[in-house]
């Protein structure tokens, strides 16, 4: 009997491969929850980090663009001025225009990828909300489930006990009315 019952203490035991308890699981499903909820904090701040860069890049174009706005300004005031130096100035100038056409373009495409990354980012964040709902449904349910087993379970018990305490009556009665026969006798 000892060895029977040693056995059925391995088997229920977690670390054996057995079934966690409601306390366990309780545990490993918030230990969960809490990691989840770190990994989506630092996703939404990466969302955070990608949307300041997106809006330092837009200034930053639109500041280069109005610094090329003003240098075809004072191009345009110089070749008035100076022809006889316009030829020079004019390779140096396309020079600067394609470096800074070749940078517009640099920060259109981090601004591009930025645009990816967030948009990956939030579809990661309503993947996990949606995983997250699930995982919340289906614990409901579960616990619907084990509600109506244990007052099912409840029931039962009840049920034995009523039983056992009219058996346990019936006793008594027979008991008394053998007492009274006995006394009669007497």
Do not use: W
């Amino acid at each position: 009997p000892k060895k029977a019952a040693a056995g059925k203490k391995k088997e229920g035991n977690p670390e054996n491969g057995g079934e966690l308890t409601a306390e366990e699981k309780a545990k490993l499903f918030m230990l969960t929850c809490q990691s989840l909820q770190v990994q989506l904090s630092e996703r939404s701040e990466e969302a955070s980090k990608a949307l300041a860069a997106k809006r330092e890049y837009k200034s930053r174009i639109e500041q280069i663009s109005k610094d090329f706005d003003e240098e075809q300004r004072q191009t345009f005031e110089i070749t008035q001025d100076m022809t006889r130096q316009y030829k020079g100035m004019q390779e140096e100038l396309l020079t600067r225009i394609n470096k800074l056409e070749e940078t517009i373009q640099d920060l259109n495409d981090r601004l591009a990828e930025a645009d990816v990354r967030q948009e990956r980012v939030l579809k990661d964040k309503n993947h996990i909300i949606a995983l997250k709902d699930q995982e919340i449904h289906d614990l409901k349910s579960k616990m619907d489930e084990m509600a109506e087993e244990f007052g099912e379970m409840l029931r039962e018990t009840l049920e034995k006990m009523r039983e056992r305490i009219e058996i346990l009556g019936a006793d008594l009665q027979i008991q008394q009315r053998m007492e009274e026969l006995k006394v009669s006798d007497n």
